[in-house]
């Protein structure tokens, strides 16, 4: 069975820090993996998609690749009370595309 | 641009009724995804259809599940009859071409069975 694997949390940050949201995989034939951001009783909504070992940025958030270790990350940078949500890791390739449980963040005013 | 579109938003069945989900994807995006979401868990894909064709079913209950998409736009899914464990979120999705592109989520459908 081929899985995607996240912290479910809480993740307890305060307002201003970085939040590090972490997610691994287990299909190495994986090779697109996205983040999806989740508030409570509304239907995920995609932050950032990553192909390629590395870092790829967009404003506040920073994903992490690294294939080699099937490990994805997610930084959100000056973290706001409004990131508190629950973050979805996916992953696309081999075989279906996968869901994480989710990592919930609770960002502390 | 449109959003993926559902309806409805809310819908109570009792238990061994039937009932009838409707999605329309993103405007040219060939690859439609039914997931089922139950509370703090993360989505599980049904099916995912590439324009009117199947492209896996293997999590569909077939027993009682059931979705189309005749015209390669619009789709149905079908529960009948329900159980309470099928009590949940059914979120629709499309993307452009298949799964390595990113996916675009409807606003879902919250069923409860009693």
């Known amino acids: 069975q081929k899985e995607v694997e996240q912290n479910s949390g809480p993740l307890s940050v305060p307002e201003g820090a970085i939040a590090s949201l972490n997610c691994t995989y287990s299909?190495?034939?994986?090779?697109?993996f996205f983040w999806y951001r989740q508030y409570s009783g509304k239907s995920p909504e995609l932050i950032m998609s990553i192909y390629s070992n590395g870092d790829k940025e967009d404003g506040r958030f920073t994903a992490q690749l690294n294939k080699a270790s099937q490990y994805v990350s997610l930084l959100i940078r000056d973290s706001q009370p409004s990131d508190s949500a629950t973050y979805l890791c996916g992953s696309s390739g081999t075989y279906k595309y996968i869901f994480g449980t989710g990592t919930r963040l609770k960002v502390l005013a | 641009e449109a959003g993926v579109a559902q309806s409805p938003r809310y819908k109570i069945i009792e238990k061994r009724q039937s009932v009838a989900f409707w999605c329309n994807p993103i405007s040219g995006h060939a690859t439609l995804y039914w997931y089922q979401q139950i509370l703090g868990q993360g989505p599980k894909l049904l099916i995912q259809f590439q324009n009117n064709g199947v492209v896996d079913d293997s999590q569909l209950p077939k027993d009682r599940f059931s979705a189309e998409r005749l015209k390669g736009v619009d789709s149905t899914l079908k529960i009948q009859p329900a159980k309470l464990e099928d009590s949940a979120v059914y979120l629709c999705?499309?993307?452009?071409?298949?799964?390595?592109?990113?996916?675009?989520f409807g606003p879902g459908t919250r069923l409860t069975v009693t």
């Open positions: 999705a499309s993307s452009l071409n298949g799964g390595g592109y990113e996916q675009y």
């Open positions: 299909d190495r034939g994986s090779q697109s």
